[in-house]
């Protein structure tokens, strides 16, 4: 089984950053398609950003191009989401999901085979 636990989230006044990070553990290997979803109330829960299994490739939304960062440190097995010049509207529950077989980029939330618990990122005006 492999667990995926985020941190880093917390209250940040508009153009603030902060750096969310997706730990790995269980029966896993240190290399996987990565997502950075984040869910709003009221709101879909939405993909913000995708690694692939190499760290090749990336995907963002056009909402956080230029913004956020994703990444990943394999020697941690950890996956990092860098959020710069925050804005309101980022106000939402940020969640990790990793995909072991997959090899490129997955942007369907339900193909991710693995969620964290999620962290809540507060964008304050």
């Known amino acids: 089984q492999v667990q995926l636990v985020e941190s880093g989230g917390g209250l940040v006044q508009a153009g603030g950053s902060l750096r969310l990070s997706c730990a790995a553990s269980?029966?896993?290997?240190?290399?996987?398609?990565a997502g950075w979803f984040r869910q709003a109330p009221g709101n879909e829960r939405e993909l913000v950003a995708a690694?692939?299994?190499?760290?090749?490739?990336?995907y963002y939304a056009d909402s956080v191009k230029g913004r956020f960062t994703i990444s990943r440190d394999s020697a941690k097995n950890t996956v990092y989401l860098q959020m710069n010049s925050l804005k309101p509207e980022d106000t939402a529950v940020y969640y990790c999901a990793a995909d072991f077989g997959a090899r490129g980029l997955v942007v369907v939330p339900r193909l991710y085979d693995y969620w964290g618990q999620g962290t809540q990122v507060t964008v304050s005006s």
């Open positions: 690694l692939s299994w190499s760290g090749g490739s990336t």
């Open positions: 269980g029966r896993t290997s240190s290399r996987y398609a």
